[in-house]
C-alpha cells in the first residue's frame, strides 16, 4: 500500500542550527502539508503546497520556515536557525485531490537541546 | 481561532464495555474528520462526515455529526484491546475563495481498553 515516508525518524540539534526535514508524499498525490505536534499538545497546521508554492500557511510557519519541492518527489521542511520551542513531532501528509483523504507519515522528532 | 475540544481527555474501560467520545467546537466545519493514532505513528483516517446530523458506521464504530456540524460523537461498541489508541478529531475548513484547506484538530482522547 502507498504511503507517505520521512526522514528522519529523530533528530537532536543544537540551538540555532539549521534543520531539513525529508518527506516522500505517495507518488499521485498533488496536494502537500507539514503538521507538527508539540509533545502533550494538539497537531498544528503549517503550511499547504501545492503546484511548487505555498497555498496556506499558519502563523506558526514564519520566515525561519521554508518548504520545498525540489525534485518532483521529496517534499522538504527547513528550520533555518532552530529554537527550543521548535522541538516537536513533524508530520508530513499528501493527498491526490483538493480536500480528499490525507494521507500522514509517520513523522520526524525533532529536539533541540 | 477555531477550536476543537474533545472529552474525556483520557478513557480507561474493560473489554466488552461502550463508550463515546465527544468533539465540540463553537465553529461550524464544511466537515470533521476522526483520526486514530498509534504511539510514534501518523494519524490514520477512520471517517469523514460531511452532512449534519450524519451518521456513519464502520463495524463496531459510529460516527455522528451534529446538525449544526459544530459537534461530533465516535461511539464503540463492545470496546477491544486493540481499540487503544489516540482519537482526534479534526474540522476542516475551507478558506472564503475555495482555494486552500487544512484541518484544525483536537487534542484528542487517549483510550485503553483493559483485557
Known amino acids: 500500500e502507498p504511503e507517505v515516508t520521512q526522514t528522519p525518524s529523530h533528530q537532536v540539534t543544537q540551538m540555532g542550527q539549521e534543520v531539513i526535514l525529508r518527506c516522500v508524499p505517495i507518488?499521485?498525490?498533488?496536494?502537500f502539508y507539514w503538521y507538527r505536534q508539540i509533545l502533550g499538545q494538539k497537531v498544528e497546521f503549517l503550511v499547504s503546497?501545492?503546484?511548487?508554492?505555498?497555498?496556506?500557511k499558519s502563523e506558526i510557519f514564519d520566515d525561519q520556515f521554508s518548504v520545498e519541492r525540489p525534485d518532483g518527489s521529496n517534499f522538504t521542511l527547513k528550520i533555518r536557525s532552530t529554537k527550543l520551542e521548535d522541538s516537536a513531532m513533524y508530520f508530513c501528509?499528501?493527498?491526490?485531490?483538493?480536500?480528499?483523504?490525507?494521507?500522514f507519515g509517520e513523522g520526524s522528532r525533532l529536539t533541540v537541546l | 481561532t477555531q477550536l476543537l475540544e474533545q472529552s474525556p481527555q483520557f478513557l480507561s474501560i474493560q473489554e466488552g464495555e461502550n463508550l463515546t467520545v465527544y468533539c465540540n467546537s463553537s465553529?461550524?466545519?464544511?466537515?470533521l474528520q476522526w483520526y486514530r493514532q498509534e504511539p510514534g505513528e501518523g494519524p490514520v483516517l477512520l471517517v469523514t462526515?460531511?452532512?449534519?446530523?450524519e451518521v456513519k458506521k464502520l463495524k463496531r464504530l459510529t460516527f455522528q455529526f451534529g446538525d449544526a456540524r459544530k459537534d461530533s460523537s465516535l461511539h464503540i461498541t463492545a470496546a477491544q484491546p486493540g481499540d487503544t489508541g489516540l482519537y482526534l478529531c479534526?474540522?476542516?475548513?475551507?478558506?472564503?475563495?475555495?482555494?486552500?484547506?487544512?484541518?484544525?484538530f483536537g487534542k484528542g482522547t487517549l483510550l485503553t481498553v483493559n483485557p
Open positions: 462526515v460531511v452532512t449534519g446530523g
Open positions: 479534526a474540522g476542516a475548513n475551507i478558506n472564503s475563495g475555495g482555494s486552500n484547506y487544512k484541518l484544525t
Open positions: 507518488s499521485n498525490h498533488l496536494y
Open positions: 503546497f501545492y503546484n511548487n508554492e505555498i497555498s496556506e
Open positions: 465553529s461550524v466545519f464544511s466537515s
Open positions: 501528509a499528501s493527498s491526490e485531490v483538493w480536500a480528499g483523504e490525507l494521507f
